[in-house]
Nanobody, 121 residues
Framework: QVQLVESGGGLVQAGGSLRLSCAASGSIFRINAMAWYRQAPGKQRELVATITSGGSTNYADSVKGRFTISRDNAKNTVYLQMNSLKPEDTAVYYC???????????????WGQGTQVTVSS
């Protein structure tokens, strides 16, 4: 079964760093664009960063210069390096795959289960 599994969340003090990982499990042939989203309590889910299969990236203004998205296509994994964390970065972080192929089947709009990031002041 194809799924996205996140890891790396936790509790960190303001100014600290965390690295999130999201691995696609199963026999994956190809993954298109991937992204990280986050949802804080009482707020809508928002886009944090995206990366194409070729490595082009885009970031929300609120995280530019602090967060870096990257991917390892051989490992079917996307990462989010988060530096200079702020209390307002506290949220559940979700990874998303725009589409991927496994055993000749295309799966669209896959989501991970989410990982909690808490930044204390």
């Amino acid at each position: 079964q194809v799924q996205l599994v996140e890891s790396g969340g936790g509790l960190v003090q303001a100014g600290g760093s965390l690295r999130l990982s999201c691995a696609a499990s199963g026999s994956i042939f190809r993954i298109n664009a991937m992204a990280w989203y986050r949802q804080a309590p009482g707020k809508q889910r928002e886009l944090v960063a995206t990366i194409t299969s070729g490595g082009s990236t885009n970031y929300a203004d609120s995280v530019k210069g602090r967060f870096t998205i990257s991917r390892d296509n051989a490992k079917n994994t996307v990462y989010l390096q988060m530096n200079s964390l702020k209390p307002e970065d506290t949220a559940v972080y979700y990874c998303n795959a725009d589409s991927l192929w496994s055993y000749g089947l295309r799966y669209n709009d896959l989501w991970g289960q989410g990982t909690q990031v808490t930044v204390s002041s």
